[in-house]
């Protein structure tokens, strides 16, 4: 398997993902997968488009950390990253996370983990388009508590 992380501009491909994370592991009986897309509202506005940046170098080292934790808690063999950056329209997919492991159950929570932590505590900025002009998006008190029911406390939202 390659990187664990990439931030990326291209789209990615769900089939291609799963088969390089699952490639010569014969201990892999299940993989889970998240795909988040650009929706066409946000906060009861219209979203034409969206526009992601990042801090290079760390954003990676920060999703890396992230992945490191998911295996300390869970069971699991391998995980992936890909974060898309730069424009994106309604529809595109924005962010997959993929996690093998032996039995579903670690799988699954691994991935929910690895998400509700990407939610919060990746250094990403977002940038909606609507009706009203383009606006940045602050982090949502319901993201901390998601992070919280994992015994981690974080105070983004604003």
Same mark, same amino acid.
């Given at each position: 398997? =390659?990187? #664990?992380?990439?931030?990326?501009? @291209? ?6 993902? /799963? ?7 014969? =201990? /892999?009986? @299940? ?15 219209? /979203? ?16 890396? %950390?992230?992945?490191? +934790? ?6 699991? #063999? ?16 924005? /962010? ?8 579903? =159950? +670690? ?14 505590? @990746?250094?990403? $900025? ?12 602050? %982090? ?7 992070? @919280? #029911? $994992? ?6 939202? =604003?």
């Amino acid at each position: 398997m =390659g990187e #664990r992380v990439s931030i990326q501009t @291209a789209d990615f491909d769900l089939g291609a993902e /799963v088969a390089a994370l699952r490639a010569g592991d014969g =201990g /892999v009986g @299940a993989v889970c997968s998240f795909i988040g897309t650009v929706r066409d509202r946000s906060d009861g506005s219209a /979203v034409s488009a969206m526009e992601l940046e990042h801090y290079p170098g760390m954003t990676e080292r920060a999703i890396e %950390a992230m992945i490191d +934790e998911a295996h300390r808690r869970f069971d699991i #063999r391998a995980a992936r990253v890909i974060h898309r950056v730069g424009p994106l329209d309604v529809g595109d997919q924005i /962010v997959l996370v993929v996690v093998s492991s032996a039995h579903r =159950g +670690e799988s699954f929570q691994a991935c929910e983990f690895l998400m509700d932590y990407l939610k919060t505590q @990746a250094p990403f $900025w977002k940038k909606e388009t609507t009706p009203e002009g383009a606006r940045w998006v602050d %982090a949502r008190v319901a993201d901390d508590a998601a992070l @919280a #029911r $994992w015994g981690i406390q974080a105070s983004n939202a =604003g």
